[in-house]
């Protein structure tokens, strides 16, 4: 919560929500951060009650036009979390791509009670099992492309993007799955920026538990998703890093250490040192050069003139009011792997 201004201006507020702790866990992290806030209220969300419910229920239905029967809404408000708005929003988009009444009346007979199992269900029963996944043999592999796309996301610190996931789970994605597989997931992801991540950690719990339950799963994990960066952070394979994504230069020796690819991860750091230590006519940082086409900041003069294979281009659209030099956007892409050398 370091972005929020120590002083608000007028009329603005802030309102964040916290998952409240379970005994013998520490307090959020966030909710502690805004506690030291002079100005910060905090108040303590009571479970809805049955009114609350049902009119979550009436405003999502007429959202999408939809309807439910007397019958249907009180089975859903049977359910022991049906007084957790999250529960009740992801049961809702369970059933609203449902046809006939049959189909959600055993649809909601079948949910979970509670909103971690019910992420776990619509990973390992419900999109795992859907027919529609069909590798090119016409064999259903729907369980382990879920069981890839979960457990690579899982280990991730801040997601991925769509073509690290397509790079990992179906090179090229000829098939369609895995563009299949992220409209089907839509309603619990977000986006941060260019990367797609779980948007509830519970979601991200319920994806833990189901598929990386052991530290072998763990680092099977890992050294996919290290291998998959190995290709954005080198695209050329020439050493150079040209053309490299930032998210895999940040990432890699992470989940290489994570994985214990102490052989590779040493090459990283080397890699990464040697393209720090080469001469630049400015502010020693040769790294800029090779990124400069990716990002979407300023090169600085001497940037431009120690690249002459760049090609010369407008440069991009920028916010008035923040324009920071490569400089400083090298310096914190070199500055990352002496981190990791340190606590390796």
């Known amino acids: 919560m370091n972005w929020l201004p120590r002083e608000l201006p007028p009329g603005v507020r802030v309102i964040a929500s916290v998952i409240a702790p379970v005994e013998g866990e520490k307090e959020h992290q966030t909710l502690a951060i805004l506690r030291n806030r002079q100005d910060a209220r905090v108040e303590a969300?009571?479970?809805?009650?049955?009114?609350?419910?049902?009119?979550?229920i009436e405003g999502y239905l007429k959202r999408y036009s939809k309807r439910l029967s007397t019958?249907?809404?009180?089975?859903?408000?049977?359910?022991?979390?049906?007084?957790?708005?999250?529960?009740?929003?992801?049961?809702?988009?369970?059933?609203?791509?449902?046809?006939?009444?049959?189909e959600i009346t055993d649809r909601i007979r079948t949910l979970p009670g509670d909103a971690r199992t019910l992420f776990g269900w619509i990973l390992t029963e419900r999109l795992a099992r859907d027919p529609g996944f069909r590798d090119r043999e016409g064999r259903p592999c729907g369980g382990a492309l879920v069981e890839k796309f979960a457990a690579c996301l899982g280990?991730?610190?801040?997601?991925?993007?769509?073509?690290?996931?397509?790079?990992?789970?179906?090179?090229?994605?000829?098939?369609?799955?895995?563009?299949?597989l992220l409209r089907l997931l839509r309603p619990y992801l977000m986006r941060r920026g260019e990367l797609l991540d779980f948007y509830h950690s519970q979601f991200r719990e319920a994806a833990v538990a189901a598929y990386l339950d052991t530290p072998e799963r763990q680092r099977a994990a890992h050294q996919a998703v290290a291998t998959c960066l190995q290709t954005f952070a080198d695209p050329h394979r020439d050493g150079q890093c040209h053309d490299a994504t930032p998210h895999a230069l940040s990432e890699l020796p992470y989940?290489?250490?994570?994985?214990e690819a102490w052989p590779e991860l040493i090459a990283t750091l080397e890699k990464?040192?040697?393209?720090?230590?080469?001469?630049h006519p400015r502010h020693g940082l040769r790294s800029c050069v090779g990124l400069q086409?990716?990002?979407?900041?300023?090169?600085?003069?001497?940037?431009?003139?120690?690249?002459?294979?760049?090609?010369?281009?407008?440069?991009p659209p920028r916010h008035?009011?923040?324009?920071?030099?490569?400089?400083?956007?090298?310096?914190r892409r070199i500055s990352m792997p002496l981190e990791f050398l340190l606590v390796v």
Not at 45 to 56: F, G, H, Y
Not at 255 to 259: D, G, I, K, L, Y
Request: proline share 10%; with cysteine.
């Open 293 to 315: 086409r990716r990002c979407r900041y300023t090169p600085c003069r001497a940037c431009r003139e120690a690249a002459p294979r760049t090609p010369q281009r407008s440069p």
């Open 71 to 102: 019958e249907q809404i009180a089975a859903l408000k049977a359910k022991p979390a049906s007084n957790l708005p999250l529960y009740v929003l992801t049961a809702l988009e369970e059933l609203r791509t449902l046809g006939t009444y049959e």
């Open 272 to 279: 990464s040192l040697l393209l720090g230590s080469q001469s």
């Open 45 to 56: 969300l009571k479970p809805l009650d049955e009114s609350d419910t049902q009119a979550i």
């Open 320 to 331: 008035p009011l923040h324009r920071p030099s490569c400089k400083g956007l090298s310096a």
């Open 155 to 180: 280990v991730s610190r801040h997601g991925l993007s769509p073509a690290e996931l397509t790079a990992l789970l179906d090179p090229g994605d000829p098939l369609g799955n895995v563009a299949a």
């Open 255 to 259: 989940h290489q250490t994570r994985a």
